[in-house]
């Protein structure tokens, strides 16, 4: 068992000269002992030598840059993992992507927390929508999708995927785009947290093939009652609650997948405030 402290008999691990106990270096690199510990046990911060009778860890000054750079890391939250790719990089290059890659992860996490503080100010400010509500009658089309089983958690990822590999087929085939991108989301989805999804971009004609996850498919139509909702996509359920209110009010809901329709998206603008999305409710058409 490995254990902390003493001076005698030290037999080195690696490196050479005098070395430092643990609560000596936890000082110089102000993380505590027990993270060091743990750093030890995973394989990520191994001590400069270890006594062989009392199985003491031992630490070299130099080890310091490493252990700071630990510890600032962890700040960020990076994952154990990640950091040893940080850690053992072969050159400066390999190291500074693995760093910038988990910076970009942060960035789009701090963008996603903010539209969801601004989201929550809004609910308190105006708890209740007065938004405008008409019923539709959409069209059968064609389009170019993507389909799989998502999760509420990573669907926000899943969609910006996805619509980045349809908009390059879109490119590649030279379809004709007929009408703004488009989500369908099914009953399981929102029961389970996790069920099918469908991301589409509307098509005149179909092309013959298409490369990759993008599929050719048709889209039904049906009546719908449809909102238009403005602003960040964390707060499209807000306009689902009083869509789906006026529509249980009216007696009138149908069965379905509820279908969004991204008019202005990321693909137009940047500003997630400026977002204009329709939602469209399914509705019994006998009614």
Same mark, same amino acid.
């Given at each position: 068992?490995?254990?902390?402290?003493?001076?005698?008999?030290?037999?080195?691990?690696?490196?050479?000269?005098?070395?430092?106990?643990?609560?000596?270096?936890?000082?110089?690199?102000?993380?505590?002992?027990?993270?060091?510990?743990?750093?030890?046990?995973?394989?990520?911060?191994?001590?400069?030598?270890?006594?062989?009778?009392?199985?003491?860890?031992?630490?070299? !000054?130099?080890?310091?840059?490493?252990?700071?750079?630990?510890?600032?890391?962890?700040?960020?939250?990076?994952?154990?993992?990640?950091?040893?790719?940080?850690?053992?990089?072969?050159?400066?290059?390999?190291?500074?992507?693995?760093?910038?890659?988990?910076?970009?992860?942060?960035?789009?996490?701090?963008?996603?927390?903010?539209?969801?503080?601004?989201?929550?100010?809004?609910?308190?400010?105006?708890?209740?929508?007065?938004?405008?509500?008409?019923?539709?009658?959409?069209?059968?089309?064609?389009?170019?999708?993507?389909?799989?089983?998502?999760?509420?958690?990573?669907?926000?990822?899943?969609?910006? !995927?996805?619509?980045?590999?349809?908009?390059?087929?879109?490119?590649?085939?030279?379809?004709?785009?007929?009408?703004?991108?488009?989500?369908?989301?099914?009953?399981?989805?929102?029961?389970?947290?996790?069920?099918?999804?469908?991301?589409?971009?509307?098509?005149?004609?179909?092309?013959?093939?298409?490369?990759?996850?993008?599929?050719?498919?048709?889209?039904?139509?049906?009546?719908?009652?449809?909102?238009?909702?403005?602003?960040?996509?964390?707060?499209?359920?807000?306009?689902?609650?009083?869509?789906?209110?006026?529509?249980?009010?009216?007696?009138?809901?149908?069965?379905?997948?509820?279908?969004?329709?991204?008019?202005?998206?990321?693909?137009?603008?940047?500003?997630?405030?400026?977002?204009?999305?329709?939602?469209?409710?399914?509705?019994?058409?006998? !009614?």
């Amino acid at each position: 068992m490995v254990q902390d402290g003493g001076v005698s008999g030290v037999s080195g691990v690696s490196g050479t000269g005098a070395t430092l106990s643990i609560g000596e270096f936890s000082k110089l690199t102000h993380l505590s002992v027990k993270a060091l510990r743990h750093y030890h046990e995973v394989g990520l911060l191994v001590p400069a030598a270890i006594d062989r009778g009392s199985r003491y860890r031992r630490y070299e !000054a130099a080890q310091a840059r490493d252990a700071q750079l630990i510890r600032r890391l962890r700040a960020l939250d990076m994952p154990i993992e990640s950091i040893r790719v940080v850690t053992t990089a072969a050159d400066g290059v390999a190291r500074d992507e693995a760093i910038s890659e988990h910076l970009s992860r942060m960035e789009g996490e701090l963008v996603r927390t903010q539209q969801v503080v601004a989201s929550l100010r809004s609910l308190l400010a105006e708890p209740q929508l007065d938004i405008g509500i008409e019923r539709r009658r959409l069209d059968d089309l064609s389009a170019l999708a993507i389909r799989a089983d998502v999760s509420r958690r990573h669907v926000d990822s899943w969609c910006g !995927a996805a619509f980045g590999e349809l908009w390059s087929a879109v490119n590649d085939t030279g379809a004709e785009v007929s009408g703004p991108g488009g989500g369908l989301f099914s009953a399981a989805f929102f029961a389970d947290d996790d069920g099918p999804v469908v991301a589409y971009i509307p098509v005149t004609s179909a092309p013959s093939s298409v490369p990759g996850r993008p599929e050719v498919v048709e889209v039904s139509g049906g009546d719908v009652l449809v909102a238009t909702h403005v602003g960040p996509f964390a707060d499209l359920d807000r306009t689902y609650a009083v869509l789906g209110a006026t529509a249980s009010d009216l007696g009138i809901a149908g069965d379905g997948a509820i279908r969004e329709l991204y008019v202005v998206g990321p693909d137009v603008i940047d500003d997630p405030f400026r977002f204009r999305s329709e939602v469209c409710w399914p509705v019994d058409a006998s !009614a």
